[in-house]
């Protein structure tokens, strides 16, 4: 009973903690641009940036939708910690899905949850770190990472991260307490979706943020619709 509740309490000042954090982040964020314009005279129209805002929030908060819904079971509670330094899907994630990938923990547990939050801590101090060296030899370096092979490593940087991540998707985790036969079937639908909407005409680049909620919903109701009719199995590895 009493590791129950030091438990509760511990995942209760997580989220609290995480909530002011965020406010804090997004606080700091807004007033650095309000204190320039108020040092320079900068004038400030409402209408104008009403206008420039809108078009970026009809792109970026289908995709911050989508990235919230399809990240937060793998990050749990680490999410308001991967949120607030960035680098969410090229750092994070994969810091997280290694981290509980090297425990042998199930995506979803209270164990995962810690180890998750742990990792992305240590990613966060690691690349304030980086960052800092960067910017004191950013200039000694210069040449370097100008250079023709630096620039050319560095287009398979992304690529390279999403490849070691659907890796891990595609592994699955063996050890667990369960597995998921044919985990990549429902895969199957929104990539025919996408297929079918560019053949008739559709276009997909510039609508990336609409297009990953319509792949998750289309996903959730086919995974749910072939789990009940058998194509998917969720199997105990004890009954193995």
């Known amino acids: 009973m009493e590791k129950d509740t030091r438990k509760e309490q511990y995942f209760n000042t997580i989220h609290r903690v995480g909530r002011i954090g965020s ?37 970026f908060i289908p995709t911050v939708m989508a990235e919230f819904i399809s990240y937060g079971p793998i990050l749990g509670s680490g999410t308001y910690l991967a949120y607030i330094t960035g680098n969410v899907t090229n750092l994070k994630i994969p810091c997280a899905l290694n981290a509980q990938a090297l425990m042998d923990l199930e995506q979803g547990t209270e164990e995962s949850d810690v180890i998750s939050l742990i990792a992305i801590a240590s990613s966060s101090l690691i690349t304030m770190l980086v960052i800092a060296l960067g910017v004191v030899l950013l200039i000694p370096l210069q040449p370097f990472l100008q250079s023709a092979s630096v620039q050319t490593a560095s287009k398979y940087i992304l690529p390279a991260l999403f490849g ?5 998707m595609l592994a699955g985790n063996k050890r667990g307490k369960t597995t998921v036969k044919n985990r990549l079937l ?23 943020g609409i297009w990953i909620v319509v792949s998750i919903v289309l996903l959730l109701i086919s995974s749910i619709v072939m789990l009940k009719v058998g194509l998917v199995k969720i199997i105990e590895n004890n009954d193995k």
């Open 164 to 168: 070691s991540l659907f890796y891990t």
């Open 23 to 59: 406010i804090i982040s997004i606080g700091c964020m807004l007033i650095v641009p309000i204190l320039i314009a108020m040092k320079y005279d900068l004038p400030f129209d409402i209408k104008d940036v009403a206008g420039t805002a809108g078009t970026l929030l009809a792109v």
């Open 186 to 208: 429902p895969l199957v639908v929104p990539i025919i979706a996408m297929v079918i909407w560019k053949l008739t005409g559709g276009e997909i680049l510039g609508k990336e």
